[in-house]
């Protein structure tokens, strides 16, 4: 059985720094395209950033130059390094692990997710 469990999220004044992490357990991810997801209240559920296998990293213009994806395979474990936040990146933040490198940005790709990390930021 798959399972993907986030940790990190929290309550932070903008400005600050949050890092966001994933485990999979039950699937072997070095060569996944491993993704982040963020939904506000109210709204659909967004891409945030994604990283294929080679460790090359995809942003959401939204978020490019303050957020960081990596990867740890040894660990099966991805990272969202958040700089920078904005009261507008409140969100439930959601990774995701896919089996493609075509449209990373789109749900579909994803074949597990995870159940999400509420980040709250301050004004």
């Known amino acids: 059985q798959v399972q993907l469990v986030e940790s990190g999220g929290g309550l932070v004044q903008a400005g600050g720094s949050l890092r966001l992490s994933c485990v999979v357990s039950?699937?072997?991810?070095?060569?996944?395209?491993l993704g982040w997801f963020r939904q506000a209240p109210g709204k659909e559920r967004d891409f945030v950033a994604a990283?294929?296998?080679?460790?090359?990293?995809i942003y959401n213009d939204s978020v490019k130059g303050r957020f960081t994806c990596s990867r740890d395979n040894a660990k099966n474990t991805v990272y969202l390094q958040m700089n920078s936040l904005k009261p507008e990146d409140t969100a439930v933040y959601y990774c995701?692990?896919?089996?493609?490198?075509?449209?990373?940005?789109?749900?579909?790709?994803?074949?597990?997710w995870g159940q999400g990390t509420q980040v709250t930021v301050s004004s």
């Open positions: 995701a692990s896919g089996g493609g490198i075509v449209g990373v940005a789109t749900k579909s790709l994803y074949d597990y």
């Open positions: 039950g699937r072997i991810v070095s060569r996944d395209t």
């Open positions: 990283i294929i296998w080679t460790d090359y990293a």
